[in-house]
């Protein structure tokens, strides 16, 4: 990055008698993170070359030597042989300064009918929906392998929990679905944030739009764009797009920290549900036996940041008046970050999950050991007639009994249930098995091994 200071190179230097501050130079310039860019800002450059030389405000000759500028600018950007200046501000004016280097005065035509305002407002549009297209791929791929673990676990009986205490078995598959629901609403999110993305600002100009006869509807077609703007104020002040996406990559990543919240608890000691595979953990350099689930931990982790980044944006916006204020500047470094960020935690996520092995054995024990039947318990007097408030307060004495003698309901002898009450009968154990509770429960939605496999299978005709 070279650092110059003379007013004659700023290309809005013309009504300046003395070269900007150096601090201050530094302090305003983007170009330090707005370069990433670069590709966006240039293919935006050339459709509105084109639109210039369609309307007539360009000659074809004019275009054609401005499109192969741009081409060569890129060229010199990809081998590294581009050096970027802090006091050209931004990719922008670098690109632009570059250009009329390399192809003279003609360079200087290119900014006819436009500004930076609607020119950056339209790079973040399409920086952002490049990788929104990314980000859905990658959200697809991890849906995909928590369909085919699920499958796999279909029958695979765990506790199910809450306030954390076991409470019913449910299946792993069916627990896996949990995760996989929420990343279904999180992909529709993200596909209706792309609507609004996809629409153009360039031809607002500064704020007002322009003098020159420019048709809107050639660059938004040449750029993908589903339509043009309605209106030029709010096309370079709002920044609502980008706060939709942090809002869509916000909820993602708190999804993402529940599950890596889970997959912690699992992967101890002390729940031993499942394991990892060693190379998505790391060791300690002073305990040998330590194996830590890093990947799940700083994905938790960097859920603070994503969050952090949809709350500065919140706060870049508000309050601000009509039309462009340099405040919009700060708007990238929020959002590149979340994109990299929710690009490496989806990366992560989606090679590791296929390979999350359960450790049934573990989850069986652990699910008999909790009492987790006693709803089934309760529900088997019911339908025997017991009025529910009752049977629940038979089944807590039977469970007290259990507490104390450190058996399940399903240890106990037929004789010491009926001391409970003697309604209950033989049948009793058939409810009282963990598989009989799990295959009770066969109805849409439900945990029964069965309904999960139906859930899979729908899904997957849904991911297509
Ligand atoms: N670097 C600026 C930004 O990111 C580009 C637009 C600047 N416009 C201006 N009038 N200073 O917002």
Known sequence: MTDSNTTSEKPWGGRFSEPTDAFVERFTASVGFDQRLYHHDITGSIAHATMLAEVGVLTAEEKTQIIEGLEAVKADIEAGEFQWSVSLEDVHMNVEARLTDRIGVTGKKLHTGRSRNDQVATDIRLYLRDEIDVIAEELQRLRAGLLDLAEREADTIMPGFTHLQTAQPVTFGHHLLAWYEMLVRDAERLLDCRKRVNVMPLGAAALAGTTYPIDRSITARLLGFDRPTENSLDSVSDRDFAIEFCSFAALLMTHLSRFSEELVLWTSAQFDFIDLPDRFCTGSSIMPQKKNPDVPELVRGKTGRVNGHLISLLTLMKGQPLAYNKDNQEDKEPLFDTVDTVKGCLKAYADMVPAIVAKADNMRE??????????????????????????????????????????????????????????IAEDVFEVLTLEGSVQARDHLGGTAPDQVRAAVARARQQLG
Request: proline share 2%.
């Open 366 to 423: 652990a699910a008999r050991k909790g009492f987790s039947t006693a709803t089934d318990l309760a529900d088997y007097l019911v339908k025997k007639g017991v009025p529910f408030r009752d049977a629940h307060e038979i089944v807590g004495k039977a469970v007290a009994f259990g507490v104390a003698e450190s058996r399940d309901l399903s240890e106990m002898t037929l004789a010491e249930l009926q001391k409970f009450s003697d309604i």
